[in-house]
């Protein structure tokens, strides 16, 4: 049950999350970012280690014992112990180039690589929040971005954000270290020559990073927007800000599920715990049906927003 997005450009976000999504896919790298990030190193080591610059796996002995019978004392590998030993050894580079595994504190600190960007989409939606309540005649005061985050519930909140970025990173890549160590299985028993097995671990790790990776920077930023979105709300009172409006992007684009809820307007309270059961019309795909969260991202990928309802 998923909703993603699969052209490269992608339209303007109702969020104004653009450029700080941008910049955490950059970090992340892949070959559809602008510049070499991390993925990307992790992606280079594999690549050197199995098969452009070392064959650390052997592969080459093994084709030469295979058009060579019979060839019992060629050195050879035992398959099982060759997988784990490979499988640790990527653990460690997914932990030290991606992950970038710290303390529990640490993270919840914003010492993260992560936090950076979690922390930019919160300040951006605090401050759109109460431009918007300033332009609907709320008296409101206006906080510089160091005031803004060492506000109690601000504080509160981020350091819950950062460490749900950091677990849901922890996942992918643990995810990532699985499926790597499946696939060098499979290379192993199709013998593959070590630029054939290279190939197959790097396809996959792109294909990771493009899709689990990048929709996991895009989603965190827009939980970050939306926490922050309620947080301003709430904090001008409920007597001002007595619900909020669901807004999509308003574009062809738009999942049949946000387009649903597109007007509607929920309490503060709804859009912080409240879920809602989406049941696709005859037209829309059967695989949409389920339950969603009340507010954005209600999917992977969500681009949608929350507007004040005054009075």
């Known amino acids: 049950m998923s909703v993603t997005?699969?052209?490269?450009?992608?339209?303007?976000?109702?969020?104004?999350?653009?450029?700080?999504?941008?910049?955490?896919l950059a970090a992340i790298g892949g070959r559809r970012a602008s510049s070499y990030g991390r993925a990307d190193r992790v992606r280079g080591l594999v690549r050197k280690t199995v098969g452009y610059k070392n064959d650390a796996l052997g592969l080459t002995a093994r084709d030469q014992a295979k058009l060579a019978e019979p060839r019992e004392t060629f050195p050879r590998q035992d398959r099982d112990g060759l997988l784990r030993e490979f499988e640790q050894w990527f653990r460690e580079v997914l932990r030290d180039e991606l992950l970038v595994a710290m303390s529990s504190q640490s993270v919840r600190g914003g010492d993260h690589w992560t936090a950076e960007y979690i922390?930019?989409?919160?300040?951006?939606?605090?401050?759109?929040?109460?431009?918007?309540?300033?332009q609907q005649g709320v008296s409101t005061e206006t906080?510089?971005?160091?005031?803004?985050?060492?506000?109690?519930?601000a504080r509160s909140h981020l350091r819950k954000l950062y460490m749900?970025?950091?677990?849901?990173?922890?996942?992918?890549?643990?995810?990532?270290?699985?499926?790597?160590?499946?696939?060098?299985a499979s290379g192993l028993e199709a013998g593959e020559n070590p630029r054939q097995m290279a190939s197959r671990l790097t396809d996959e790790i792109d294909s990771i990073t493009n899709t689990r990776l990048r929709t996991l920077a895009r989603t965190e930023v827009i939980h970050s927007h939306t926490?922050?979105?309620?947080?301003?709300?709430?904090?001008?009172?409920?007597?001002?800000?007595?619900?909020?409006?669901w807004s999509d992007a308003d574009d062809s684009r738009v999942c049949p599920i946000c387009s649903t809820?597109?007007?509607?307007?929920?309490?503060?309270?709804?859009?912080?715990?409240?879920?809602?059961?989406?049941?696709?019309?005859?037209?829309?795909?059967?695989?949409?049906?389920g339950e969603y969260r009340l507010s954005p991202p209600a999917h992977p990928n969500c681009r949608c927003t929350i507007l004040p309802v005054i009075g």
């Open 119 to 134: 922390r930019r989409a919160y300040l951006k939606a605090w401050q759109q929040a109460t431009g918007r309540l300033q």
């Open 5 to 24: 997005t699969t052209t490269s450009a992608r339209l303007a976000q109702p969020s104004g999350t653009d450029s700080i999504e941008a910049d955490f």
């Open 227 to 245: 926490e922050a979105t309620l947080d301003r709300y709430e904090r001008a009172g409920a007597d001002t800000v007595r619900h909020g409006e």
């Open 143 to 153: 906080r510089q971005p160091e005031a803004i985050v060492q506000l109690p519930v």
């Open 164 to 184: 749900r970025t950091y677990e849901n990173l922890d996942s992918v890549t643990d995810d990532m270290a699985t499926t790597i160590r499946q696939e060098l």
């Open 261 to 289: 809820l597109d007007g509607d307007e929920y309490s503060i309270s709804e859009f912080r715990t409240g879920t809602f059961t989406f049941e696709p019309s005859g037209d829309e795909p059967d695989h949409l049906a």
